[in-house]
């Protein structure tokens, strides 16, 4: 299983001061040394975090892979066309959120998302949808043609363990079952961090993992290196 690193919280503790550091570009870089196989960024509208210099220089350096999450908005869709990312995952977005509470619903935005995503696959951008745990929403992606979906897992990690939270892993199990049944490749992400990461790991149809809130909290202690060869080991295991 890869790790793929978001290094957004890097830039949100530099935007508190509105400085030049911590630098996510560079941050980035050491993740990928560290081990991670790609590298994640949501560029917001109301740009709290990451900020287009960080995008475009994201771009220049990163030698494994760049994945932009976005808002399926005009605005995004020009600047993933000329930036050209390796990846565009499109993310619902509320202003006030403090971070993404749940997966894009495709179902509802379906004759919307189709144009835009067929003008992203035409630009040799390869097209993920943040999903959440819900059957007829990914098969509503893969009708949409998207070749990758990543499964919301917040619902899980937001729980204590106990039968809840089982049933909330069964329905991430049961969910990237069908997504490669279906054909789709199956990522995952979302609240994970050192604790909680195990039980997703285990399963064998998600090919990588998107982590990144906990990785930032454990770099601040033990540095960036450290804290992504933790979590590789961690999926290792």
Do not use: W
């Amino acid at each position: 299983m890869r790790l793929a690193v978001n290094v957004d919280h890097f830039a949100t503790i530099r935007q508190a001061r509105k400085g030049d550091e911590p630098d996510p570009v560079f941050a980035a870089l050491l993740a990928e040394l560290a081990g991670a196989e790609g590298i994640v960024v949501h560029l917001r509208g109301d740009r709290r975090h990451i900020q287009e210099r960080d995008l475009r220089l994201l771009r220049q350096v990163v030698k494994t892979k760049l994945n932009l999450e976005m808002a399926a908005s005009e605005e995004m869709k020009k600047i993933a066309l000329e930036v050209k990312p390796d990846v565009v995952s499109l993310v619902p977005e509320k202003r006030e959120e403090l971070t993404t509470e749940g997966g894009l619903n495709v179902i509802a935005g379906r004759k919307d998302l189709a144009p835009f995503i067929r003008e992203l696959l035409r630009a040799k951008i390869k097209v993920s949808i943040f999903v959440d745990p819900d059957l007829e929403q990914i098969r509503t992606c893969r009708a949409l043609g998207v070749p990758l979906i990543e499964i919301n897992t917040g619902k899980y990690t937001e729980l204590k363990p106990g039968p809840a939270r089982e049933r909330a892993l069964e329905a991430v199990r049961k969910s990237a079952r069908l997504g490669r049944k279906l054909g789709l490749e199956v990522h995952a992400g979302h609240g994970l961090d050192y604790r909680n990461v195990g039980p997703i790991v285990a399963i064998p149809e998600i090919s990588e993992l998107s982590i990144g809130f906990s990785i930032v909290a454990r770099a601040a202690v033990v540095g960036v290196t450290q804290a992504v060869r933790e979590m590789i080991a961690l999926l290792e295991e």
